[in-house]
């Protein structure tokens, strides 16, 4: 699966962005999706996943209540609506995709690693001004 990431951008904090996930070649809804940030100096951390089979959902708690991941299978885009950003959130941020059956449903904790995802996009910078 190849994937594309966009939507990225500067953004005062308290702003807003929404990121787009979108596939070539391939339908997205046989693929749990996860978003990934990595900011300079840091590890990349998981901060949202989808799952294909049941439409749950999971957040880092660093991003509950400010983050959605969602769908739009008509389009074959997930995206990931960021609001009440701070600067803390400025990284690249990453789509991933994983085989439906790679993830475990009702989707947990574990969706945040690395480790089911085998399909990545190139990334996109979201900077938050203070």
């Known amino acids: 699966v190849q994937l594309q990431a966009s939507g990225g951008g500067l953004v005062q904090s308290g702003g807003s962005l929404r990121l787009s996930c979108a596939a070539s070649g391939y339908t997205l809804d046989y693929y749990a999706i996860g978003w990934f940030r990595q900011a300079p100096g840091k590890e990349r951390e998981g901060v949202a996943c989808s799952s294909s089979v049941d439409g749950s959902t999971y957040y880092a708690n660093s991003v509950k209540g400010r983050f959605a991941i969602s769908r739009d299978s008509s389009k074959d885009v997930v995206y990931l609506q960021m609001n009440g950003l701070k600067p803390d959130d400025s990284a690249v941020y990453y789509c991933?995709?994983?085989?439906?059956?790679?993830?475990?449903?009702?989707?947990?904790?574990?969706?945040?690693?690395?480790?089911?995802?085998?399909?990545w996009g190139q990334g996109t910078q979201v900077t938050v001004s203070s």
């Open positions: 991933a995709a994983a085989p439906w059956s790679a993830v475990r449903v009702p989707i947990n904790q574990a969706c945040l690693s690395e480790s089911p995802y085998e399909s």
